[in-house]
């Protein structure tokens, strides 16, 4: 199954459209997640075009969004326990929130967003995500989105490309 990992859109302030890269990747996708900062529900209902949305509210996510979408989720997917959150929050770093935010629950992913600092790495047996963000990317050379796949095993990796457009 591949599965489209999105974060911190920010649409339709930070872009009105998604980036071609993105909408190119999302076909064929079973399963988009978004990890937060959507801003606004056109986003979700958009995304229900390519396939199944899950996702979490952020920060800067209004009531429309709240409506449709928790804090937090716990997916389990062909076996794999998934957890979505922002990482929003006061004290520690996003990456330590968002650990602790399924504290007890190992998840075998975490994906979070809030940085949009693409990251991967492992604590225990965790991998935790961040896809970085496809249309605000700060101090990021690049634009991002993540990509799981699942098979017989859970492998994650990011998409870097240099345009929103």
Not at 27 to 33: D, N, Y
Not at 95 to 100: C, H, N, S, V
Not at 125 to 139: C, M, Q, V
């Amino acid at each position: 199954m591949k599965i489209i990992v999105l974060a911190d859109t920010h649409m339709p302030r930070m872009s009105k459209k998604l980036p071609e890269a993105l909408r190119s990747g999302l076909k064929g996708a079973g399963l988009i997640i978004h990890a937060g900062d959507w801003r606004t529900a056109d986003l979700y209902y958009e995304l229900q075009q390519y396939g199944r949305v899950e996702g979490v509210s952020g920060n800067v996510d209004g009531p429309d969004i709240k409506q449709l979408v928790p804090e937090k989720k716990l997916l389990i997917i062909e076996g794999f326990k998934i957890g979505i959150v922002h990482g929003h929050g006061k004290r520690l770093t996003t990456e330590k929130r968002a650990l602790a935010a399924f504290d007890g629950e190992k998840p075998d992913v975490i994906v979070f967003g809030h940085s949009h600092i693409p990251s991967l790495s492992y604590t225990d047996e965790t991998l935790l995500f961040n896809p970085g963000s496809p249309t605000d990317k700060r101090r990021q050379p690049r634009y991002s989105y993540g990509v799981i796949t699942i098979g017989e095993e859970l492998k994650a990796e990011h998409i870097f490309f240099d345009s929103k457009e």
